[in-house]
């Protein structure tokens, strides 16, 4: 792990998700690493009921995503990670989706304390977390929408509910931010005074240098989290972008980090519009982890980009932290796709 850091503002609003107030009869389907627990009009989870049920298109296209994943991820899994899904009103009006983790606090061989989410500790890290029910991911998706669900990747007119699938999924697999934009604290306060941040914090820095820091704004300084964009570490996933045609040995991913602060959205996303002005030359980072889905974009696969990142994010490094420090901790990682216009 790097050093900590911390920084911006506003941020995820961490909600406690455990325990999940227990669900009815679901259908439930294997996929590989991935158990997605499908639910039906008016059953219930946490604060939401289930408006409807899925339609087999929909099914369909959840096991396309899963599938991919499946196939992208070479992570043995210590069991199955549990995803349960529903269509549900309580979205803002532009969110397509969102999706909540389970999320373990776990310890490296130094002692030091830092946050995964459970579909990164069971999987990425193989560490038999909780037990086969846990309920380790909640995905709404927003039914006021009409989404395509068709399996053709172009040639179409609406919202891509593949897209939305993956990249809701996605973030379950760390790509999010812990920060607190309500206290200005990077982390999750797991005890009294104890502080620990997602993995994906550790790879964040703003224009200054500053990073984030568990249970502070950043160090050395505060961290500007409407940086406009803050920038990304990780070494898997700057390469990748380095390697770009016209993007400047040096430069860093571009995250997310609009002013004013978007909860939900900033900090957790790659930004295809913080390009400019970091040595490239208009090429665009458009791809899943946008915060942002127009009407007729498909973003099914992961770019070399975003594979990068998610290299750096476990997928296949990371200190392995011993089991026997487990701690359970069940907190939200909260992140949004809105309906947006891009560039
Ligand atoms: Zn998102």
Not at 59 to 85: F, P, W
Not at 87 to 97: I, M, N, P, Q
Not at 301 to 308: L, R, S, Y
């Amino acid at each position: 792990m790097k050093k900590i850091s911390l920084h911006f503002k506003v941020g995820l609003s961490f909600l406690l998700l455990s325990p999940f107030s227990k669900s009815l009869a679901l259908e439930i389907v294997d996929y590989g690493s991935l158990r997605i627990h499908y639910y039906e009009t008016s059953e219930t989870l946490s604060t939401y009921n289930a408006e409807r049920s899925f339609s087999e298109n929909e099914k369909a296209v959840v096991a396309g995503a899963a599938q991919y994943l499946e196939s992208t991820i070479g992570n043995v899994g210590a069991r199955d990670v549990n995803i349960h899904m529903m269509w549900a009103s309580g979205l803002s009006e532009s969110t397509l989706g969102s999706s909540s983790s389970s999320a373990y606090i776990l310890t490296t061989g130094e002692g030091y304390n830092f946050m995964a989410t459970a579909a990164q500790t069971v999987w990425a890290y193989g560490l038999n977390a909780g037990d086969a029910n846990s309920i380790d991911c909640q995905i709404i998706f927003n039914p006021s929408f009409n989404f395509y669900t068709g399996q053709d990747a172009s040639g179409f007119s609406g919202l891509d509910l593949q897209s939305v699938v993956t990249h809701e999924i996605t973030h379950t697999l760390g790509f999010s931010s812990s920060y607190n934009s309500m206290t200005d604290l990077f982390g999750y306060e797991y005890a009294a005074d104890e502080y620990a941040m997602q993995i994906w914090d550790h790879y964040l820095e703003d224009g200054n240098g500053n990073l984030p820091d568990p249970g502070s704004s950043g160090t050395p300084g505060d961290f500007n989290q409407v940086d406009a964009p803050v920038y990304w570490t990780g070494e898997n996933g700057n390469a990748a972008y380095q390697s770009m045609a016209g993007v400047a040995n040096n430069a860093q991913i571009p995250i997310y980090a609009p002013d004013p602060f978007q909860s939900g959205s900033s900090l957790s996303h790659v930004d295809e519009l913080g390009f400019d002005g970091i040595g490239g030359t208009g090429d665009d980072l458009s791809g899943m982890m946008n915060y942002a889905l127009s009407a007729g974009e498909s973003y099914r696969e992961f770019n070399a980009v975003e594979k990068g990142m998610l290299e750096d994010l476990g997928w296949e490094i990371i200190v392995i932290p011993e089991a026997g420090s487990l701690l359970l901790m069940a907190i939200s990682a909260c992140a949004v796709l809105l309906v947006g216009r891009r560039k």
